[in-house]
Structure formats: structure tokens, C-alpha cells
């Protein structure tokens, strides 16, 4: 044979090898660690509150809500959750029926069980939870096991947090404003 045909010859038996190596790599990859999506869950404080026990929201409030679900209306959520307060509960309303979907309630006073719950029953999908000026960050925090997101100015509603979970690799956080 010609040392040019030993060439080819060789080369093609490695490159299918390193194929074969790959595809039984991908297959033990999904073996253990699943092929479901990213999961992302966008986290957001209520909006504008008014001034009572457990008030509901203001116009501007409304306003919000409503926005908040003109920038969800294309996204493919699974679930939207909120606290047990009025102001959450309103917040969350349009975003959840304009997906059919129920707002479910969470305990503010269990996030860190809450938010491996969420990883647990949504891996791969997207949520919304809606919560307060404490809790959103912290929730942000357990999801991604830091402790880099301060509690929010009581007066500031804008914050929109969206944090991707891959199923391998560390959960990053986008911070915007809505």
C-alpha cells in the first residue's frame, strides 16, 4: 500500500474512534445527568403596593403586573408561584391566566426547602415567582447557593431577576429592570 493510502486509512480510523469516544461520553452524560433543558426561574417583587395590612396593588401597580405579562406572554412557563399576600397575588394574576395556569402559594418562611422543591418538580422548565423586597433575593441566593443578592430598597419594584440552571454547571443570574 502506498504511504499515502496508510495515511487516509489511519486518519478515518481515528477520527472514527474519537467519534465512537464522544457518542458513548454523550450517552453516559445523559445517563447520569438527564437531557432535559436549562431550567430557568424569573423572580420578581411585587408591584407598587398600597398602604394597609395586606394591601392591594396600586394603578401603577396594575400597570406592572400587566407588563410583567407582556414579557412573559412568549416564554413557555410551567408554573407561577407567590407568597400568600394579596400584592403577590396580584402581581402574579394575568402573567399565570394568560398561560392558564394557577398561582400557587408558597411559605415565605421555608425558601431554602422551596427552592430545591422548584428544582426538583421543574427541572428543565420555567416558573415564575413572584415574592417581596427579602425574599425574591434570597430566593435568588438558594438557587444559586450564594450570596450575592443584597435585599432589595423598599421602595423599589423593578428588579427582575432571571436565573438559568443548567442541568451540569454553575446557575447564572441576569439582573434586570421591568
Keep these: 500500500m502506498k504511504r499515502s493510502t496508510l495515511l487516509h486509512l489511519a ?12 457518542n458513548t461520553a454523550r450517552k453516559e452524560a445523559v445517563a447520569q445527568f438527564g437531557n432535559e433543558k436549562m431550567t430557568t426561574i424569573y423572580l420578581v417583587r411585587h408591584a407598587e403596593k398600597q398602604f394597609d395590612r395586606d394591601p392591594l396593588l396600586t394603578d401603577m401597580g396594575t400597570e406592572r403586573a400587566e407588563r410583567l405579562k407582556e414579557i412573559l406572554k412568549n416564554v413557555k412557563l410551567s408554573a407561577v408561584y407567590s407568597s400568600d399576600t394579596r400584592r403577590t397575588q396580584l402581581t402574579a394574576a394575568p402573567t399565570a391566566a394568560d398561560h392558564n395556569l394557577k398561582v400557587t ?12 422543591l422548584v428544582l426538583t418538580l421543574h427541572r428543565g422548565k420555567s416558573i415564575l ?5 427579602n425574599t425574591t433575593p434570597a430566593m435568588a441566593n438558594y438557587l444559586t447557593k450564594t450570596e450575592e443578592f443584597p435585599r432589595f430598597s423598599e421602595l423599589d419594584y423593578t428588579n427582575f431577576y432571571v436565573v438559568n440552571i443548567p442541568r451540569i454547571g454553575k446557575a447564572r443570574v441576569l439582573t434586570l429592570r421591568y
Design 129 to 133: 415567582i413572584v415574592g417581596h423586597s
Design 105 to 116: 402559594t408558597y411559605n415565605v418562611g421555608m425558601l431554602s426547602e422551596f427552592s430545591d
Design 11 to 22: 486518519f478515518t480510523t481515528l477520527i472514527c474512534l474519537l467519534l465512537a469516544a464522544c
